[in-house]
């Protein structure tokens, strides 16, 4: 049995994303496909929802369904948004974290459809980079 079918498609909803309290609060990020060659050519875009569950983005790159994408988010004060979780120090202070996400969805938006609009759900994020970014959204 493959692992897709291992995963119950039904367990994914975009209103996980889009009603989530506070999801459309914008964030810049960097979006690639994953694989060896994800890091060469980061895509810019902007968040229209993020949750724990997934996320929204409008990007200008055509993402088909399926296809894995690792997701860097720009979050202000990151490092310092994070050292309430963990007991560590850092030399560097990080500024996003990164999401392993599948595409549910990519819509055309715009004049001449330029633009997309993507939908993911999280397939991957660190549990305590989830509790920062819960944390962010309940700040309003």
């Known amino acids: 049995m493959s692992q897709e079918n291992d995963e119950n498609p039904l367990s994914f909803n975009e209103d996980l994303v889009k009603k989530y309290p506070r999801s459309n609060r914008r964030l810049s990020l960097a979006v690639a496909r994953y694989g060896l060659n994800a890091e060469l050519n980061p895509e810019e875009g902007l968040t229209v929802h993020i949750s724990p569950y997934g996320i929204q983005f409008r990007v200008t790159e055509d993402y088909e369904e399926g296809d894995l994408l690792?997701?860097?988010?720009?979050?202000?004060?990151?490092?310092?948004?994070?050292?309430?979780?963990?007991?560590?120090?850092?030399?560097?202070?990080?500024?996003?974290?990164?999401?392993?996400?599948?595409?549910?969805?990519?819509?055309?938006?715009?004049?001449?459809?330029?633009?997309?609009?993507?939908?993911?759900?999280?397939?991957?994020?660190?549990?305590?980079?989830?509790?920062?970014?819960?944390?962010?959204?309940?700040?309003?």
């Open 70 to 140: 690792k997701i860097h988010i720009n979050m202000p004060d990151y490092w310092e948004r994070k050292q309430r979780f963990v007991d560590y120090s850092r030399i560097d202070t990080p500024g996003n974290f990164k999401i392993l996400a599948k595409v549910v969805s990519t819509e055309d938006v715009g004049k001449r459809g330029k633009k997309k609009i993507v939908l993911c759900r999280t397939v991957n994020m660190d549990e305590i980079d989830e509790q920062v970014l819960k944390a962010f959204l309940q700040e309003g």
